[in-house]
């Protein structure tokens, strides 16, 4: 019997590899070591006798001679013939099983030179792999045809290629919000990473006549080397640069702090993606006449000063830019009115007067109106964007330069701070709906971007607080450039404010009276409240991709709409009868409720809730589940008894559904009504109508008492922990002050399935009485935040201390 072969041993390149550092000898050492393996398994049980008919190609990354400790070892079995390939398929499971049998994750793909040559629409990876072939062992005639026919199928099919890479690659920066910026960057698909460098490889293969590209060698150096820590720390093919291993990596190469080795890497990653996208669009114009039409269009554009040739802009005129700084300004505004990127030329020529600006910036002079038409115009964030990369932002502002690629760790935010502000601007002008028409009542809309350009500056600051140290640089800024005294005075309250109504949102009922009469106050003027509620859609949306749901969208306009009645004095006119009126039997449900109730739903769900009572008089309980526009809802009427809130959540959790709000009514029937809003992050309920059945089903059994809850929840998998430095410490506040009939308890703690259930059983326990839920959560964060009453009063400061010890250990 054959003898297994050994595994090929990674350890000696990885100990080598950390003790100095160098991938490249790292990359050349697996490479070769996985080349003698792939020879011999193809010697011994590929070729019979004679390497006819078959060869062996590397391909992908292992064909650039790049292959990682732990990459697939891509190859191409190529067959003269597919009925050879037939006759082989013993032998090649053979030569595959040996690969595995050694450790090698082999992707593998068997074609013939025909084959090859076509363009594989459904396989464009294919296709692309070709580009980085290596002959490895077999049949030399066959590869020598195969090489001879690649050439004439590369040109011929170079449009379709250039096409295919393109879509793949725009796709690509699409699932990865097109920045580079991310706080936990996956080092290899990330923009700007290791698929960008091979990108502009590819490209610039393709490319006729061949051009030379940027030097990007030390970039490639650098990324190679983090990649090769990531596997080497895993263990696997694991390319996500996290908190743990940034601080790891700093630790092992005795780097001063991961922080300073982050913005290295953000340097060479914007380096890398700059190139990537001026190869992708230099390809897209060359291989598309529609492109070439469009363009011609565009360049009617031009004017005296700018030009705009292959959809770029470019100075007409360079020499003048030394006489004239003021173009720079004016040529950032042709492209926030336009919507025409800069020509690499034009970004160059502002790099060599840098410093130059800087001097002539530096001086106060009365800037403010150009900026505020750069800022206010259609395509702002364009430009915005434009000067941050070319320098020009923080030659203008300096205070900027300390959230350059500033790395603030708290599991929420996906991106750096400098990221972060660019992302909110372009949130701004990306609002759809009634956050449209509201951004078109603003009057000086470049207020609000430039707002939101300062409004974390301060984060680099440390030692201050972040808020006043955003508002102390953002008012030496606004002094330079002589911005009026109305303008400044705006944009320093939105910077102040700037977390009001997330804060109301995340820990206040939005319905609650005095919510809204807090917020009133806070925000004084209408016009200050429509502004201040952009800034919290874009500052919100802005923090990862999935920040701004349509949930939180929808509280964020009811908060808006409450306080602007509420400031416009139509409240009066909305006020209702403590009595209820109507038939007896609506007044015998509605008596003992709240009167939010009433303000809180419409005659049509008192009439839906009025027929689940009378339903569950027969049967204890009755349950009703339907979607809504952007979540999920759960209402439920039954007779009260303690724990019955905590039954219902957990069971929701236990369900995987995310719980966003609660509220809980009773009559002096002691008829309970709660009715659940949650979210479904795995479209379960959606695409699996019987689970809303089954989801029902259970519910009404957790109410009855007939299913342990707490089983249902061991039985869901459990999150992965944070890191030990990012562990959260629980924390229970109380708050008399915040609503007129209930106390407030705030808890934040870590977040983990069941964790609602748990606080909602201490509350109970200790006597409290759920009016109202408010759920958030931030990366690993939970934030829930109960309206609790006792007796139908507010908590006394008794039972406020018990019930604190209670839910400190329930959250642990």
Known sequence: MENRPSKLELAPIRQAFLATGDAGIALAERTAQVDRAV???????????????????????????????????????????????????????????????????????????????????????????????????????????????????LKAGRDPLVRNLARLARERYAKYGNTFYHLEPNVKETPGGLRDYQLIGWLDQLRVPRQPGPDLAEAFRFLARLRCYLHCQAGRDHNVLSFDAQDALAADWRESDAAGWMRRYYRHSRDIHRAALRALDEGEARSSNLYAQFR???????????????????????????????????????????????????????????AHLRDIFAAPE???????????????????????????????????????????????????????????????????????????????????????????????????????????????????????????????????????LSAAMQSRDVFDPQTIRDVAHQVETVERLKALTLVTWADISAVNPSAMTPWRAAQLWQLYLAVYNELTRELETERIDTVPSGPPERIAFLQGFPTRYLRTHSEAQIDEHMALEEKSRGRGAAVDIRRLDSAWQLTLVAADRPGLFASVAGTLSSFAMNILKAEAFANRRGVVLDTFTFADPTRTLELNPPEVDRLHATIERAIAGKTDVRALLRSRPKPPLPSPNARIATAVSFNADASNTATLVEIVAADRPGLLYDLASAISSHGGNIEVVLIDTEGHKAIDVFYVTAGGKKLDAERQHALGEALRRAAA
């Not at 700018?306 to 020499?319: D, L």
């Not at 030329?345 to 790099?351: C, H, T, V």
């Not at 809309?445 to 030692?463: E, Y």
Request: proline content about 5%.
């Open 366 to 500: 009365a800037l403010w109106p150009l900026l505020h038409q750069i800022f206010a115009l259609p395509y702002a964030p364009l430009a915005v964007r434009a000067m941050h990369e070319t320098g020009v932002l923080s030659a203008l502002f300096p205070e900027l330069e300390q959230i350059e690629c500033l790395v603030v760790r708290d599991f929420y935010h996906r991106y750096t701070v400098d990221e972060h502000s660019l992302v909110a601007i372009e949130k701004l002008w990306s609002v759809a709906g009634g956050y449209r028409d509201l951004l078109g009542e603003v009057k000086q809309p470049g207020v609000l971007g430039f707002a939101l350009l300062f409004h974390d500056v301060g984060k680099g600051s440390p030692g201050e607080g972040p808020v006043d140290a955003s508002l102390r640089l953002a008012e030496s800024a606004m002094g330079r450039i002589h911005m009026p005294a109305a303008e400044r005075a705006t944009v320093l309250y939105l910077i102040r404010q700037h977390l009001d």
């Open 296 to 354: 011609e269009w565009r360049a009617r554009v031009s004017n005296a000063d700018f030009s705009v040739h292959r959809e770029q802009v470019h100075f007409r005129a360079p020499q003048r830019l030394s006489l004239d700084p003021g173009m720079v300004l004016h040529l950032f505004e042709f492209v926030a009115r336009h919507g025409i990127p800069l020509s690499r030329e034009a970004g160059e020529l502002i790099d060599s007067r840098l």
């Open 39 to 153: 020879v011999e398994a193809a010697g011994d049980l590929l070729f019979s006798e004679v390497p006819a008919g078959v060869t062996v190609l590397a391909v992908g990354g292992y064909g650039r001679r790049q292959l990682f400790p732990y990459s697939d070892v891509d190859l191409l079995l190529l067959f003269e013939s597919e009925r050879l390939a037939l006759a082989r398929k013993d032998a090649l499971a053979a030569f595959l099983q040996r690969l595995w049998d050694a450790g090698m994750r082999v992707s593998h793909s068997v074609h013939t030179p025909a084959e090859c040559a076509e363009i594989q629409d459904g396989n464009i990876e294919f296709n692309v792999a070709l580009l980085d072939q290596r002959y490895l062992a077999g049949d030399r005639a066959l590869y020598a045809g195969l090489v001879e026919k690649l050439p004439r199928f």
